[in-house]
């Protein structure tokens, strides 16, 4: 089976630079001691390959380096260490209103959007009824976007992202600021995304809705890769039933 990504020692680090009072900078300062930065390791050493075909649930706890390792393979963040290959056409839907610009409507917006996931204009003309349509938002498509809802600028961008035709779709959370019936129609499409043979890894923690929509689980606990399996298993482990 050909390999949509292959993620070969991935190690990611952040700088943190507390916050502290003025008098605690002059302080420091006084006494010749520059600001303190610490750094975080968020990934340590992530070793996986995913094949073309593949759903797959990232699955962590808070701070685990779940969407850390999304934008690593959606090349947002780059690897301090390690090195990620991509396959195909990618099309993330990571945080909410990114690749958005505010002050510009609904209908510019998904000229930008799709512009941005590798789209022609041709194409997106072609497809923006249909975007549109999914999307449910008809009536607010020519008001700027500053003021749209989240979950909005949800339908919006999961309805490009959906119509762009990726190889590789990534999804965090995001669904979460859907209303129900929105979310039932994007698990659909999600469905119909993998019956057509598309990669898909998504992180949520819906953790039933997942284990049951993927058929490969994979855990991270403190930005390592702890379990890589059978969703449901992998559940029942975080859940501590195992
Ligand atoms: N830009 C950043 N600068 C500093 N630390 C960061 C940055 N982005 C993430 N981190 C840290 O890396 C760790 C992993 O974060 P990440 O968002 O990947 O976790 P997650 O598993 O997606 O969590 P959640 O379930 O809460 O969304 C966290 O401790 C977070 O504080």
């Given at each position: 089976m050909a390999e949509s990504v292959v993620i070969q020692g991935v190690t990611k680090r952040f700088r943190i630079k507390h916050v502290r009072s003025l008098k605690e900078i002059a302080a420091r300062a006084m006494r010749g001691r520059p600001d303190q930065v610490d750094e975080f390791v968020a990934l340590t050493d992530v070793n996986l390959t995913i094949n073309e075909g593949e759903t797959v649930a990232l699955l962590g706890f808070n701070g685990s380096g779940k969407s850390t390792l999304l934008k690593c393979i959606s090349g947002v963040l780059t690897p301090d260490d390690g090195r990620i290959g991509v396959r195909g056409k990618v099309a993330g839907l990571?945080?909410?209103?990114?690749?958005?610009?505010?002050?510009?409507?609904g209908r510019e917006n998904v000229y930008l959007n799709g512009a941005i996931l590798g789209m022609t204009e041709e194409q997106i003309a072609e497809r923006f009824d249909d975007i549109v349509a999914f999307s449910e938002i008809e009536d607010f498509?020519?008001?700027?976007?500053?003021?749209?809802?989240s979950g909005m600028f949800l339908r919006l961008a999961f309805a490009v992202a959906v119509h762009t035709d990726p190889d590789l779709f990534l999804v965090d959370e995001?669904?979460?600021?859907?209303d129900e019936p929105f979310q039932r129609k994007c698990i659909a499409r999600i469905r119909e995304l993998r019956a057509e043979g598309r990669t898909l890894v998504i992180v949520s923690h819906d953790l039933n809705m997942v284990a049951d929509l993927c058929d490969r689980g994979i855990l991270l606990e403190h930005g390592k890769v702890v379990m890589d399996g059978e969703p449901h298993a992998v559940v029942r482990r975080m859940r501590g039933e195992d």
């Open positions: 990571i945080e909410v209103g990114a690749g958005f610009h505010p002050d510009l409507t498509i020519d008001t700027e976007v500053k003021f749209y809802s995001i669904l979460a600021v859907g």
